[in-house]
């Protein structure tokens, strides 16, 4: 079975790379409509059913996981369309990629549109340096959010875990999208993303030298610059990043509900759009890390619960 999952993870990851998703409506579309639609009215009420609707997916995937016990081949085919489905490596390089020649021909309108499909924050108003900086912060979060963490959480649990991760994140997106910050689903999301956003800031440090940055730059930051930060793990891949490219993002940041200001992560010069390029690339080898690790890590689970 662990190794019908690490095949079925390395299919979904490769049909990802190949196909990508559908730009207009891609399957995590289905995921936004599912948990927007309870948070309609800022109630308690409207937290218990958005939850309801990630346990109600998580639910399903349990069934499927279940269904495809004693049969390596029906669960290895779940997990590569699960896998394919939440994951979102090819989609978020082929935006930073938009994002990147925008920037470098000084069409900032069009980059602003983009922007705003990645992350929730304010885009108008935003100049080269501010757009730039935005997008590594959202480059190196939705790398954790998009690719690390479903992945690992799809090794320890199959298509259930790879359908939490990405349910929850999306639910408290979508909260913080109208400005309601609900604590349960951001108690919730820093559970389930304690360790993938640490994995994703160590691969971070291992890939920087691949796109010509600085892996002790990447140290230093990640182990200095986050503890500032009030998130437990807020932060930590966008300081990576910012310490491999040797730039500083974070600082002021607006959002729909308010301005927040944020600690600044890295040091050196304000980011440009050539560092946008390399965030890209840096999230392209981050991923295929990533990859690897759910392999190793989906074999190593399948051999503990063997002996045990």
Do not use: C
Request: no cysteine; charged share 20%.
């Amino acid at each position: 079975m662990s190794a019908a999952r690490a095949i079925g993870l390395m299919l979904g990851l490769a049909a990802d790379g190949a196909l990508g998703n559908p730009r207009r409506r891609p399957p995590v579309t289905a995921f936004r409509r599912l948990a927007s639609a309870p948070l309609g009215p800022a109630s308690v009420r409207s937290v218990v059913a958005g939850l309801g609707v990630a346990a109600a997916a998580v639910g399903a995937g349990v069934a499927v996981e279940r269904a495809g016990r004693g049969r390596p081949v029906v669960q290895a085919a779940t997990t590569a369309v699960t896998t394919w489905a939440v994951v979102g490596a090819a989609g978020l390089v082929t935006q930073g990629t938009e994002l990147a020649r925008d920037l470098e021909e000084g069409r900032l309108e069009p980059a602003r549109g983009t922007l705003s499909e990645l992350d929730t924050r304010v885009a108008d108003g935003l100049g080269l340096i501010g757009l730039s900086r935005a997008a590594v912060e959202t480059l190196a979060e939705n790398t954790s959010e998009v690719v690390v963490a479903p992945l690992l959480w799809g090794a320890l649990a199959g298509v259930p875990g790879l359908l939490a991760s990405r349910m929850i994140s999306v639910l408290r997106q979508t909260a913080r999208g109208t400005g309601r910050h609900h604590w349960a689903v951001e108690r919730i999301d820093e559970l389930i993303h304690l360790i993938p956003t640490r994995a994703a800031a160590s691969l971070t440090v291992l890939a920087a030298p691949v796109v010509g940055g600085s892996a002790g730059g990447a140290w230093r930051a990640w182990r200095r610059d986050t503890i500032a930060h009030p998130s437990p793990n807020a932060g930590r891949v966008e300081a990576a990043f910012a310490g491999a490219l040797e730039i500083r993002v974070g600082g002021r940041t607006v959002y729909p509900h308010g301005v927040v200001e944020l600690p600044v992560l890295g040091v050196g010069r304000n980011p440009d759009a050539g560092h946008v390029t390399r965030a890209v690339e840096l999230s392209r080898v981050v991923g295929w890390l990533a990859g690897a690790t759910s392999v190793v890590v989906a074999l190593t689970v399948g051999l503990r619960h063997r002996k045990g």
